[in-house]
């Protein structure tokens, strides 16, 4: 069917991931010294902090309110976002000016530090790590171990009297600041390393001795000799300059911009780099590093959570190359340490009244904690964390709403596996749980290929062997990942959950051979294409194609299942309570059918914001009647066929009616065009041409052929452009009437009930008022004829929808007519961009990637453009009819930035699909507290 008409609402998906309405940021600014770059932290006292996100990124305003708050913390600086952005509009280059203010800091730190760039007595050694407002995991680059040369790694080794250690660590740099900054390939220096670990017998790295060590950084010095034509840069100021500007770099990187793209995060922000003190958590047995969580990220339970390597550095632990231990066996293993993180990440966790994801290292049994931020968690444990903290009185309600991000209410309302389907399969492995959901699909080992079946309809799953950065894409389609090594913190498993996309990592037993695209397990062999089922909750996972059900929640609903039972429904409904108490807009559903309109209800739409009837003519034995009345060529035989209409139509509108419970509903007049409702042209000619071939049925020949004369005449060129709307009810009045009578038959039927309703007819692709006022007297005139035949006064409103440029830019005309303006924003984005709805997706790519265009304008509202119609109209309508009723049906209704618009700019409710009723709800409140504390 045509893709206008086939707009009905769509099962529910796993939402996108968690975010906040992303506000642009043009080139961050440091407030009063404008001059300010570059930010100190030490000793208790930085200069930056927790509010200064844009400024520092996230982990530069962590970092500084970490040190304010006294907590130990590694002292360093923080160059500025701001300092990235002039970077790029300069050239790739940063004015003297800033370079001397950071050079300034690096004096400052070496006092503070009490080490030298370069010394052989004590070197100082300084991490250097991107961090931008919003948080990329692994997009980006990091330096470590920045400052070891020939001569500062024999001062490292003296004063650690540890050798292997110190050339370990500059072997470590030489590798990482190739790879990131001079650009070599990382297999290359694998292949020196491999090498020098067969000369000396060694199995894995930890086998080698000093001498080895040794060995391995002659030989990647000559490498990038060889690579770079130049010697590894022996300056630590140059090796600083080359590493942040390499971070600076890859803010640009495609990995990067691919991220932003999917998380909407604006591309001009630019990353803050954090350079820092190293602390060292590979100098021994009691040496440490790990990442956790306040509570788990997965569910939401409150427990300590995370992971950590004895003698180890940072990044060995999310790249999961070692399998990390649980948090729990550090209480064992340095018992003093974890008293001390877990005392700290409770005070960080009621500070910033969030659950808090952090990194720490333990250098010689010492704790410094290393990052703090808000942790990203899935839909489920959002929910479950934030009314536990209401219980806990570590928030109020207002706060906890704000915990939840909108759009993550959806993953609550995903499917799950039917228990008794899922019995039957017998489990091939397990894994680590690290994203709830159930997913089933048909298995693939590359993202590209992830992409290309899912653009074919197919649905799958992603195995690798470990996810990296630039699987997202991948990710992003499949209906679950799949890894067979990694932790919970993992690539996979952080990117999983804040997609809410079902995620196992880590499941050992499976024998992943990307290559031949096949993996065993058990003696089994799964191939690319065979189905595989998981459960993310469970970490579970089996060969075959698993049942879904739908979620807790909607077994609530729908009555399957008690309120009482479900943990998760009674949480959902409680937040979404505190939201209620909050918002100001009233939330309506876009439903056209009984049982929607019922869901929608049940989710807490408190009214129909748009009911397309035509979606009612395709129903069972409709379309033929349909048809009949499409093809009557006099105004008769049409009027017979829409008399064949009215009762079904009565009967869909009294269904829709009673399940509002006497709250207002919408009711629009046809608006499609009528060749949408007839066989496409090129199937009748192909079905003609056969019958004639096979000298078949003479009566079924005429008729086709009679079929085909009028899906010409009805043929247009821009349907959208074209004969529908309001123009249908102008050209055939008899619709309009039939429409109305069924309307008001239906709502005096249930009056007579005892039931109340409250219809509100709607014209569409209004944009002159005397189109509405033409229509409106038709509807007037039915329901006057209508209440007196059946002897039942009803209360109606008849209002526009407000889809037409001109319908906005004349709204103080037309609200003479109209008692509620609607807002198609669907039509309306379409009409003021030129772009049309069904076609934007040819060029929606290259204007993305040109930033012509951030965002679809169909998905998030054009603000600038299509919003200062919306506006416009709003102000001319209320001014001639102060009491008029505002609302919005286009899908931006569902969309939680937009949501946040439609309330700045003064709309009574906005109408979303019924699945993101809830979400709606929740936005509404962000946006209402939002704009309260000065948004
Ligand atoms: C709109 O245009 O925004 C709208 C809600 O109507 P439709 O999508 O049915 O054209
Ligand atoms: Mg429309």
Redesign the pocket.
């Known amino acids: 069917m045509a893709k ?1 008409t086939a ?1 009905i609402v769509k099962p529910v998906k796993a939402a996108k991931p968690a975010r906040k309405p992303v506000k642009k940021i043009v080139a961050a600014k440091a407030p009063k010294a404008a001059k300010k770059y570059v930010y100190a932290f030490a000793n208790g006292r930085a200069d930056g902090d927790r509010t200064m996100k844009d400024v520092l990124g996230g982990k530069g305003s962590g970092l500084a309110e970490m040190t304010n708050a006294g907590l130990p913390v590694p002292p360093g600086f923080t160059i500025s976002t701001a300092a990235c952005n002039l970077w790029y509009a300069e050239g790739r280059k940063l004015p003297q000016a800033i370079e001397d203010e950071m050079m300034a800091h690096v004096r400052r730190l070496e006092q503070v530090a009490g080490a030298q760039f370069g010394s052989t007595a004590n070197p100082l050694l300084v991490s250097v790590r991107s961090g931008a407002k919003f948080s990329m995991p692994g997009m980006m680059d990091t330096i470590l171990n920045l400052g070891l040369n020939d001569e500062a790694v024999e001062g490292l080794k003296a004063r650690t009297k540890n050798g292997r250690f110190a050339y370990d660590s500059y072997r470590r740099f030489i590798q990482m600041f190739g790879n990131v900054v001079l650009e070599i390939p990382k297999e290359k220096f694998e292949h020196e390393f491999e090498a020098v670990k067969r000369a000396h017998a060694a199995k894995v790295d930890t086998d080698l001795s000093e001498q080895g060590m040794q060995e391995t950084v002659a030989r990647y010095k000559k490498l990038v000799q060889r690579e770079t034509g130049k010697p590894f840069p022996q300056d630590p100021v140059q090796q600083l300059r080359m590493s942040r500007d390499a971070v600076f770099r890859s803010w640009n990187n495609q990995r990067a911009i691919a991220y932003r793209r999917i998380y909407e995060i604006p591309d001009d922000i630019g990353t803050a780099v954090n350079v820092q003190q190293m602390v060292f958590g590979n100098t021994g047995d009691r040496s440490a590093t790990g990442v956790g969580f306040t509570r788990n990220p997965a569910t939401g339970a409150k427990e300590f959570f995370g992971e950590f390597l004895v003698n180890a550095q940072g990044e060995d632990v999310v790249a999961g190359i070692r399998t990390p231990r649980p948090i729990s066996e550090l209480a064992e293993v340095m018992p003093n340490s974890y008293k001390e993180l877990r005392q700290f990440t409770s005070r960080l966790e009621k500070h910033y009244k969030d659950i808090q994801d952090f990194e720490f290292t333990i250098e010689n049994d010492k704790l410094f904690m290393l990052q703090t931020r808000s942790g990203k968690r899935t839909g489920y444990a959002a929910v479950v964390i934030a009314t536990d903290f209401v219980a806990e009185k570590l928030a109020k309600p207002a706060e906890a709403l704000l915990m939840v991000e909108p759009a993550a209410l959806s993953q609550l309302l995903a499917p799950m596996f039917d228990p008794a389907e899922w019995k039957k399969v017998p489990v091939a492995t397990k894994g680590l749980p690290a994203s709830p959901g159930a997913a089933s699909g048909q298995v693939v080992f590359t993202s590209e290929q992830a992409v290309a079946w899912t653009e074919q309809g197919k649905k799958v799953l992603l195995v690798r062997k470990e996810t990296a950065p630039d699987d997202i894409h991948g990710m992003e389609v499949a209906q679950g990942i799949l890894t067979a090594t990694g932790g919970m913190t993992s690539h996979a498993a952080v990117v999983g959950r804040q997609m809410g996309r079902p995620s196992i990592v880590g499941a050992g037993a499976l024998h992943i051979d990307e290559k031949g695209k096949a993996f065993s397990v058990g003696g089994q062999t799964v191939k690319e294409g065979d189905w595989v089922s998981f459960d993310g909750l469970t970490g579970e996972v089996k060969i075959g194609k698993v049942a879904t059900k739908p979620s807790e929640i909607l077994q609530v609903l729908n009555g399957q299942m008690k309120a009482a039972d479900s943990d998760i429904y009674r949480r959902f409904s409680a937040l979404l309570g505190w939201a209620d108490k909050v918002r100001r807009l009233g939330i309506r559903a ?1 439903a056209d059918q009984p049982d929607q309109s019922e869901l929608a209800y049940a989710f807490g739409a408190r009214g129909i914001g ?1 009911c ?1 009837t035509e979606h009612m003519f395709f129903g069972e034995g409709r379309i033929e009647k349909v048809q009949r009345m499409i093809l009557a060529d006099n105004e008769q035989d049409r009027r017979a066929a829409l008399a064949e209409l009215l009762p079904l139509q009565r009967a869909d509108f009294y269904g829709v009616l009673k399940a509002m419970h006497g709250e207002p509903v919408t009711i ?1 007049t046809i ?2 065009p009528l060749h949408e409702f007839l066989p496409k042209r090129e199937e009748l000619m192909v079905e003609i041409a056969k019958l004639e071939v096979s000298g078949g049925n003479a009566a079924e020949l005429a008729a086709k052929r009679t079929l085909l004369k009028r899906v010409e005449q009805l043929h247009e060129f821009n349907p959208m452009l074209g004969h529908r709307g309001v123009r249908l009810g102008i050209t055939y009045p008899e619709i309009t009437e039939m429409q109305a009578r069924a309307i008001f038959e239906a709502a005096c039927q249930l009056a007579k009930e005892g039931i109340k309703s409250a219809p509100e007819v709607m014209i ?2 209004v944009g002159l008022v005397k189109e509405l006022r033409d229509q409106k007297a038709i509807v007037d005139r039915v329901a006057a004829e209508v209440m007196k035949e059946q002897k039942v006064r009803i209360k109606y409103l008849v209002g526009t ?1 407000i ?1 037409v440029p001109r319908g906005a830019l004349t709204a103080d005309e037309i609200a003479q007519e109209a008692q509620f303006f ?9 009409m003021t961009f030129g772009f049309s ?1 069904d076609d934007i997706g040819k060029f929606l790519g290259s204007y993305q990637d040109r930033k012509i265009l951030d965002r679809d304008p169909f998905q998030s509202i054009d603000t600038v453009g299509v919003g200062q119609l919306v506006a416009m109209a709003v102000e001319k309508g209320r001014k001639t009819r102060p009491d008029i009723k505002l609302g ?5 209704g569902g969309d939680p930035s937009s949501v946040h618009f439609f309330h700045k700019v003064g709309l009574n409710y906005v109408s979303a699909s019924p699945y993101r009723v809830p979400v709606a709800r929740l936005a509404a409140a962000h946006a209402a507290l939002s704009v309260k504390v000065g948004d």
Do not use: Y
């Open positions: 206008k707009k876009n748009l397309r629009r608006d499609p569409p692709l929808m889809e609607s807002f198609g924003t669907n039509d309306l984005t379409q709805r919005i049906c286009g899908e931006h």
